[in-house]
């Protein structure tokens, strides 16, 4: 298992956002986490990326546990992830917010960084793969504009690549495809297949459009308030009565259950 | 005699700019006015003087050295003043900093003394007239050294790889620290970079007016504060054309209307000017976030 999440539970106060959550994932694989508003799926992401430190419980990536580690350094082990409400820098360009995902992937001495030769050798490396990663996303040709200028579905696409860049073993995409039309949606879905498939990226995202969730997904886990109530391929989510009520409401087929 | 003015004005703002960058930059990542900034440069002041009385070291040694230990010297206020009090309001970390100001001046009282102290010449002083103008080798050797250390800052700033990543954590920390970037790390070279500047400043100054006194942080370090404040703190290009601007009408002031009321000149049209334009030149009011 690349990442196991072991009966996790997060209070905060008295609210629980997640209640003793088990989750595993096996390398390779895409796997979704679906619920209605509020389900925990956003906490759960923070609590495997350090941005929230758990209440009880473990979770272990490829071997080492993480529940305790800081942000930075559950990232350097190879977990990168993307934002519900977009968080790119606003000041800062497309290629240079890709490069901040790159920045404790350069081994160099922190010195050389300030020294003007040097620094521009560690700069010239950064860019090359700042601008690969630009390219898998289709933003290469964006590279000199703000990020926040950008369109909303492009600036969700850059967040990709800002994650992509470090190279991680883990990618995590909270709503990735949030807000974008049915063109975009279905572009992203072959990204994310195609990230899997030939960067060989082990894909963890949260999405609400049905139709994705089924069709890029090997594996589903449904929460709700803060519990899983099931986990399983799409074929037995589709059709598991218990998350047919609490999350897909009355229908029977998974259309789109975002209204 | 406009001309003297203005290179007066010049000199003194290359001093307010060393200073205001440090408290703009510390105020863009952390969000608080570090009021021990101004004791950082008057650090620098005494170090200046202390390597001065060392009699054998070349004035450009001097200067790195002064920069490396006022540097040090930030980084190790930041650690044990601030560095506990992240997620406190912002509010008990300015007190905190009140704390060290008097603490640091307090040191250099009891370390270099309670006088003001002259400081050796570390080369000898020669005058230029150009017209009217009158230039001393001072003013060349303190216009130059800001100017070449604000280039450097700005290439720092914009090109190298931990530029960015200081610009990354004054918009979003969290964000930043998800991206892999130990921000406690590039606070503490924020602080570094920021005290090095100030400590230049110092040592410049300490030179310029051949006076060292533990007491120097106060007014120099308001005034610095204020022309970061009138760039729009946070601001980094903001930090250097307020403290020009202020330097400007100090200058100005202190020729035309009395040589007594200069800082008051200054004070009171950093409120006009606040009143008209409350986030300053550059500041493009807060936008800091450090939410998920």
Same mark, same amino acid.
């Given at each position: !298992?690349?990442?196991?999440?072991?009966?996790?539970?997060?209070?905060?106060?008295?609210?629980?956002?997640?209640?003793?959550?088990?989750? +595993?994932?096996?390398?390779?694989?895409?796997? +979704?986490?679906?619920?209605?508003?509020?389900?925990?799926?956003?906490?759960?992401?923070?609590?495997?990326?350090?941005?929230?430190?758990?209440?009880?419980?473990?979770?272990?990536?490829?071997?080492?546990?993480?529940?305790?580690?800081?942000?930075?350094?559950?990232?350097?082990?190879?977990?990168?992830?993307?934002?519900?409400?977009?968080?790119?820098?606003?000041? !800062?360009?497309?290629?240079?917010?890709?490069?901040?995902?790159?920045?404790?992937?350069?081994?160099?001495?922190?010195?050389?960084?300030?020294?003007?030769?040097?620094?521009?050798?560690?700069?010239?490396?950064?860019?090359?793969?700042?601008?690969?990663?630009?390219?898998?996303?289709?933003?290469?040709?964006?590279?000199?504009?703000?990020?926040?200028? @950008?369109?909303?579905?492009?600036?969700?696409?850059?967040?990709?690549?800002?994650?992509?860049? +470090?190279?991680?073993?883990?990618? @995590? @995409?909270?709503?990735?495809?949030?807000?974008?039309?049915?063109?975009?949606?279905?572009?992203?879905?072959?990204?994310?297949?195609?990230?899997?498939?030939?960067?060989?990226?082990?894909?963890?995202?949260?999405?609400?459009? !049905?139709?994705?969730? !089924?069709?890029?997904?090997?594996?589903?886990?449904? @929460?709700?308030?803060?519990?899983?109530?099931?986990?399983?391929?799409?074929?037995?989510?589709?059709?598991?009565?218990?998350?047919?009520?609490?999350y897909l409401g009355t229908k029977k087929e998974g259309?789109?259950?975002?209204? | 005699?406009?001309?003297?003015?203005?290179? $007066?004005?010049?000199?003194?703002?290359?001093?307010?700019?060393?200073?205001?960058?440090?408290?703009?930059? *510390?105020?863009?990542?952390?969000?608080?006015?570090?009021?021990?900034?101004?004791?950082?440069?008057?650090?620098?002041?005494?170090?200046?003087?202390?390597?001065?009385?060392?009699?054998?070291?070349?004035?450009?040694?001097?200067?790195?050295?002064?920069? =490396?230990?006022?540097?040090?010297?930030? *980084?190790?206020?930041?650690?044990?003043?601030? #560095?506990?009090?992240?997620?406190?309001? #912002?509010?008990?970390?300015?007190?905190?900093?009140?704390?060290?100001?008097?603490?640091?001046? $307090?040191?250099?009282?009891?370390?270099?003394?309670?006088?003001?102290?002259?400081?050796?010449?570390?080369?000898?002083?020669?005058?230029?007239?150009?017209?009217?103008l009158v230039l001393n080798s001072l003013q060349f050797?303190?216009?130059?050294?800001?100017?070449?250390?604000?280039?450097?800052?700005?290439?720092?700033?914009?090109? /190298?790889?931990?530029?960015?990543?200081?610009?990354?954590?004054?918009?979003?920390?969290?964000?930043? $620290?998800?991206?892999?970037?130990?921000?406690?790390?590039? =606070?503490? *070279?924020?602080?570094?970079?920021?005290?090095?500047?100030?400590?230049?400043?110092?040592?410049?100054?300490?030179?310029?007016?051949?006076?060292?006194?533990?007491?120097?942080?106060?007014?120099?370090?308001?005034?610095?504060?204020?022309?970061?404040?009138?760039?729009?703190?946070?601001?980094?290009?903001?930090?250097?054309?307020? /403290?020009?601007?202020?330097?400007?009408?100090? /200058?100005?002031?202190?020729?035309?209307?009395?040589?007594?009321?200069?800082?008051?000149?200054?004070?009171?049209?950093?409120?006009?000017?606040?009143?008209?334009?409350?986030?300053?030149?550059?500041?493009?009011?807060?936008?800091?976030?450090? #939410?998920?």
């Amino acid at each position: !298992m690349l990442l196991e999440i072991n009966h996790v539970t997060k209070s905060f106060g008295g609210v629980v956002a997640t209640n003793d959550v088990s989750v +595993s994932v096996p390398e390779g694989k895409i796997l +979704s986490i679906i619920g209605p508003n509020g389900a925990g799926k956003t906490t759960l992401f923070n609590l495997i990326t350090g941005a929230y430190m758990r209440t009880s419980g473990t979770i272990t990536f490829n071997g080492v546990k993480i529940d305790t580690m800081k942000p930075y350094e559950i990232h350097a082990l190879g977990v990168a992830r993307t934002f519900q409400n977009i968080r790119l820098f606003k000041r !800062m360009t497309v290629l240079e917010n890709v490069m901040t995902g790159m920045h404790s992937r350069i081994k160099a001495r922190d010195i050389e960084s300030f020294i003007p030769g040097r620094s521009q050798k560690i700069e010239a490396e950064i860019t090359e793969k700042s601008m690969e990663a630009l390219k898998i996303v289709g933003l290469d040709g964006k590279y000199a504009e703000y990020g926040a200028a @950008l369109p909303y579905g492009q600036q969700r696409r850059l967040e990709i690549a800002r994650a992509l860049v +470090s190279d991680p073993k883990l990618l @995590l @995409l909270d709503e990735p495809a949030a807000g974008m039309n049915i063109n975009e949606s279905a572009e992203l879905l072959e990204l994310i297949r195609w990230i899997n498939a030939e960067l060989k990226k082990t894909v963890i995202f949260i999405e609400h459009n !049905m139709k994705v969730v !089924m069709n890029v997904s090997d594996y589903i886990v449904v @929460l709700d308030h803060g519990s899983k109530i099931a986990e399983g391929i799409p074929k037995e989510i589709r059709n598991n009565p218990v998350v047919i009520e609490a999350y897909l409401g009355t229908k029977k087929e998974g259309g789109n259950a975002d209204a | 005699m406009i001309l003297q003015i203005i290179v $007066n004005g010049l000199t003194m703002g290359c001093v307010y700019a060393l200073i205001a960058l440090g408290y703009s930059m *510390v105020y863009g990542s952390l969000r608080f006015i570090n009021f021990a900034h101004g004791d950082v440069y008057m650090w620098g002041a005494c170090f200046g003087l202390i390597f001065a009385r060392m009699g054998n070291i070349p004035f450009l040694a001097a200067l790195i050295l002064t920069m =490396i230990c006022t540097g040090l010297l930030g *980084v190790t206020v930041e650690f044990l003043a601030y #560095r506990r009090l992240r997620n406190v309001p #912002r509010v008990v970390v300015t007190a905190s900093a009140l704390g060290a100001s008097i603490v640091l001046s $307090n040191l250099a009282r009891v370390i270099v003394g309670a006088e003001t102290y002259s400081v050796p010449a570390f080369f000898e002083t020669k005058y230029f007239t150009v017209g009217n103008l009158v230039l001393n080798s001072l003013q060349f050797v303190l216009l130059g050294c800001s100017i070449v250390l604000m280039l450097v800052l700005n290439w720092f700033i914009s090109k /190298s790889k931990y530029g960015k990543a200081i610009r990354a954590t004054s918009e979003n920390q969290e964000v930043t $620290n998800l991206m892999g970037i130990n921000t406690n790390k590039i =606070i503490s *070279v924020t602080f570094f970079i920021g005290s090095a500047l100030a400590g230049a400043a110092g040592l410049l100054v300490g030179i310029y007016y051949d006076a060292v006194y533990s007491t120097m942080g106060y007014m120099a370090g308001m005034k610095a504060f204020t022309a970061a404040i009138l760039g729009g703190i946070g601001s980094i290009p903001g930090a250097m054309l307020g /403290s020009m601007i202020l330097g400007q009408i100090e /200058s100005f002031g202190t020729t035309y209307i009395s040589s007594s009321m200069g800082p008051a000149i200054a004070f009171a049209v950093l409120i006009i000017v606040l009143l008209v334009k409350p986030t300053g030149f550059f500041g493009a009011g807060d936008t800091h976030s450090n #939410r998920v």
